[in-house]
């Protein structure tokens, strides 16, 4: 009779060299795990998780069960919402706008300047962008960063190809069908996402930036479904299992495991990203198998790390990798606010339902008695001078300005309530002012960290874009005599709302080809966009080669404005009161000096005068005939070059 055998899996037996580099990025996990767990007194001798734990509690409004605080059932337990509303209105002011990211393209040959590759890359980064939502990023990134201290962006770009089900025919009728199975391009864009600080690891704490970081790690920890859907195509993920299962059994084969059994569960797979700029490598291990090994891929000739990080607020110095967060910062007063808010609250509560105070005499009758009483009994004792109520006043008006005092000393580390948007009477214009401008200074700093950010995840997404924008792409199709065969296909993006050069807007479309000699005609260009326009779209085409972009190097820059708000209302508000007054006590100055307060007025409003013709001739006299006009010229029209571009190298 024939056993039924259990199927085995595959034993991984990695060569010696796997086995060294396995070792070696376990050796380097270790100790980065054990940086990680150590206190640092700049979490106040907590760890990076606990202060971040504790941040998140803040920031929540957390409040802790009374028994946890030996409080009483009846006593007052509010964690009062001071530093949420101060995170809320700090990230509204500082992140209602993403910024605008100029680049600049510098000749590495002769450091010259080069305009229109300057204008394609801008371009070609606002396609890369053009599937997430801007101002939504850049809001939970302010977020992230105020109410944990620190946030991490991964910058990289994500192809991913999975097997769908199509439908070949469907009966409505009897519900028959019929379907097969094919395998699509799911994703094949470039992604900005946000790395949860306690799946970051870190070389050294020591090390402000990311990028001067010796080494770094990703670590998640997922199921198997969703681990084979981002590796599955690697060529050693046939070994990768979770840690009860054969592939372990064998005592000659259980060389990795102690190495992370203890950090997985039975069926979790641990998937570690390890990059190291020191030995340029960047690894792939899961659960113990090396599934890639190679050099960094992002950068040429300087390489980097795929994260952008930055702080809300800075410790003691610049030695530190995290920040500090505005719930950790407003601790002590948030603190003392709530204490003191609660004994408020407690004492209120005991002046409007004080302690009863009664005679011994009076003892046993009024505990016989309160088992039945109501609001509307009468109740008779024996000596009435012996029955009275504990005496409770309220809260007092001394105790109610110590409570607007601490609130005060939060708004030093933030923002006041003028700048939450709370109307407050009794405060002056000068008061407002001088609050504005405190507010803007602390902003100011924020909003620094901020623009760093986008800068950083600029300079990513454009390695990302010279990587991988102008490849082929490889596609199977069925030829003519119906066999499988490898097509390759590059690439064309289209860029909407694109600035063309005649100061219209409009779809920018851009093409990569493989040579010089596959350079289109003018010709060709002019047919293509008028077709385009046929069908109701103002499009114009440029195409390039694939070395396009080569030899040049890319910096981007923050046009700070479209970041940082402007307080533009303030300074509307205050020359329209300065002219008002003008008007009706000094008249004559008015008049005699219009031109001078227009131009206060266009500046109130953040516009130039150039546009505007401040030399008006005199009433009945008309302009010389022949005056040559002051109209700028009219940009002409047409397409921007395409098949030109090849020539410029």
Not at 192 to 219: C, G, R, S, T
Request: hydrophobic share 35%; with cysteine.
């Amino acid at each position: 009779m024939q056993e039924n055998k259990k199927p085995t899996t595959e034993l991984y037996n990695p060569p010696d060299k796997e086995r060294e580099e396995i070792t070696f990025i376990y050796k380097e996990i270790g100790d980065m795990i054990e940086a990680r767990n150590q206190t640092y007194r700049q979490f106040n001798n907590r760890t990076l998780i606990q202060f971040i734990d504790d941040s998140e509690k803040r920031l929540q409004g957390y409040v802790p069960d009374r028994e946890s605080q030996d409080k009483e059932e009846w006593q007052s337990n509010v964690f009062t919402q001071a530093t949420r509303n101060k995170t809320k209105a700090i990230v509204a002011a500082v992140a209602s706008n993403p910024p605008k990211t100029p680049i600049q393209a510098t000749s590495l040959v002769d450091q010259s300047f080069d305009v229109r590759r300057s204008e394609y890359m801008e371009q070609l980064v606002k396609h890369a962008r053009s599937k997430s939502n801007p101002e939504v990023d850049i809001f939970w990134e302010a977020w992230e960063a105020a109410g944990k201290g620190t946030v991490i962006k991964y910058i990289g770009y994500l192809k991913s190809v999975q097997k769908r089900k199509f439908i070949k025919s469907y009966n409505l009728e009897t519900g028959d069908m019929e379907f097969g199975e094919k395998e699509v391009v799911v994703s094949d864009e470039c992604v900005d996402v946000f790395v949860p600080l306690n799946e970051l690891f870190i070389k050294d704490f020591y090390i402000h930036n990311i990028q001067d970081q010796p080494a770094i790690a990703w670590i998640r920890y997922t199921d198997r479904t969703t681990a084979e859907m981002e590796l599955g195509k690697y060529k050693n993920w046939k070994y990768c299992y979770g840690k009860n299962s054969d592939q372990y059994k064998s005592d000659t084969q259980t060389f990795f495991l102690e190495k992370f059994q203890t950090r997985v569960d039975e069926e979790e797979y641990e998937v570690i990203k390890y990059y190291n700029k020191v030995k340029d490598m960047y690894c792939i291990v899961c659960n113990g198998v090396l599934l890639l090994s190679a050099p960094l891929l992002w950068g040429l000739r300087k390489k980097k790390y795929p994260f952008g990080k930055q702080i809300f607020e800075p410790f003691a110095g610049i030695s530190f990798f995290y920040g500090n967060s505005l719930p950790n910062a407003n601790m002590d007063t948030q603190d003392v606010m709530n204490t003191l808010y609660n004994m408020s609250l407690d004492k209120t509560y005991r002046s409007l339902n004080p302690q009863l105070l009664v005679g011994t005499k009076n003892k046993d009758l009024l505990e016989m008695e309160n088992e039945s009483v109501g609001m509307e009994d009468t109740v008779y004792v024996d000596d009435v001078s012996q029955v009275k109520y504990l005496e409770n006043n309220g809260i007092t008006s001394s105790e109610m300005a110590m409570i607007k005092f601490v609130g005060q000393q939060m708004d030093l580390g933030s923002v006041d309530v003028n700048q939450q948007g709370i109307a407050n009477r009794g405060v002056t214009a000068r008061e407002i002012v001088i609050a504005n401008e405190n507010a803007k200074r602390i902003k100011g700093i924020f909003f620094t960290f901020l623009s760093d950010l986008w800068v950083q995840k600029t300079r990513l997404l454009i390695t990302n874009i010279l990587m991988h924008y102008p490849l082929p792409k490889i596609e199977k199709i069925i030829g003519k005599e119906g066999k499988e065969v490898i097509k390759e296909t590059f690439p064309t993006y289209f860029i909407k709302n694109a600035d063309f050069p005649n100061g219209k807007k409009g779809t920018l479309v851009i093409q990569f080809v493989a040579s010089k000699d596959k350079l289109p005609s003018r010709d060709d260009l002019d047919i293509y966009e008028e077709m385009m326009k046929l069908k109701g779209i103002d499009a114009q085409k440029v195409v390039m080669t694939t070395d396009y972009f080569n030899d040049y190097e890319y910096e981007p820059e923050v046009v700070t404005d479209s970041l940082y708000q402007q307080d533009f209302a303030q300074d509307q508000a205050v020359f329209m009161e300065k002219l008002r007054v003008m008007m009706l006590a000094f008249p004559e100055i008015f008049a005699s000096n219009k031109r001078v307060l227009f131009e206060d007025f266009m500046r109130a409003y953040k516009e130039k005068t150039d546009k505007y013709n401040l030399e008006t001739p005199p009433i009945g006299m008309p302009a010389p005939a022949g005056m040559p006009t002051t109209e700028a010229p009219v940009p002409t029209t047409g397409p921007v070059e395409g098949a030109g571009l090849g020539k410029l190298k």
